[in-house]
T-cell receptor, first 115, second 111 residues
Framework: NAGVTQTPKFQVLKTGQSMTLQCAQD?????MYWYRQDPGMGLRLIYY???????DKGEVPNGYNVSRLNKREFSLRLESAAPSQTSVYFC??????????????FGSGTRLTVV | GQQVMQIPQYQHVQEGEDFTTYCNSS?????IQWYKQRPGGHPVFLIQ?????EVKKQKRLTFQFGEAKKNSSLHITATQTTDVGTYFC???????????FGGGTRVLVKP
């Protein structure tokens, strides 16, 4: 099992450019999440999808959009990148019912720099 | 809104010594989770505590959930260089399974 796969691993954007971060999980999880992590800080929730077909805002959604393409895939889009969006982005998934564990499985992250 | 705070922010530990890191929530939690993130890596789920006063052990790591379910602790015995990393606690918001993460305790081990 690959778990949670994120692409790309690294990206440099110019201010104003757009891009989509991809995330796919192969664990048949219902819920998926996008977090950002800034240096020396914890993880802040950007958007989440409790189940296929639903998405909702997290703590820091401004400047981002998401798409839950199907049960496996959850993408994060930056429409017009800003230097404040320089961060490490983590996708995570979990299945809150029937597994006995609510722990998240994280992808390896996308390190994004906006110049 | 719900806040989760961890202390200390940094912990320098001599190899072989014990230490404890603490997690405090502004609200009562249905459960608390702990994650470890190695330098340059991603968070990895360690454990979940659900019951008031619950204590769980994983080798040299002991996790405790407070009686009021608003705080938790992680105690590491005989610290090793493999323990280096940042330890995060996280608790779910009242609605749904969205986790609020603490700021983490970054552990540095002196050999």
């Amino acid at each position: 099992n690959a778990g949670v796969t994120q692409t790309p691993k690294f990206q440099v954007l110019k201010t104003g450019q757009s891009m989509t971060l991809q995330c796919a999980q192969d664990m048949n999880h219902n819920s998926m999440y996008w977090y950002r992590q800034d240096p020396g800080m914890g993880l802040r929730l950007i958007y989440y999808s409790a189940s296929e077909g639903t998405t909702d805002k997290g703590e820091v959604p401004n400047g981002y959009n998401v798409s839950r393409l199907n049960k496996r895939e959850f993408s994060l889009r930056l429409e017009s990148a800003a230097p404040s969006q320089t961060s490490v982005y983590f996708c995570a998934s979990t299945s809150p019912q029937g597994t006995g564990s609510y722990g998240y499985t994280f992808g390896s992250g996308t390190r994004l720099t906006v110049v | 809104g719900q806040q989760v705070m961890q202390i200390p922010q940094y912990q320098h530990v001599q190899e072989g010594e014990d230490f404890t890191t603490y997690c405090n929530s502004s609200t009562t939690l249905s459960n608390i989770q702990w994650y470890k993130q190695r330098p340059g890596g991603h968070p990895v789920f360690l454990i979940q505590l659900v019951k008031s006063g619950e204590v769980k052990k994983q080798k040299r790591l002991t996790f405790q959930f407070g009686e009021a379910k608003k705080n938790s602790s992680l105690h590491i015995t005989a610290t090793q260089t493999t323990d280096v990393g940042t330890y995060f606690c996280a608790g779910p918001k009242a609605a749904g399974n969205k986790l609020t993460f603490g700021g983490g305790t970054r552990v540095l081990v002196k050999p």
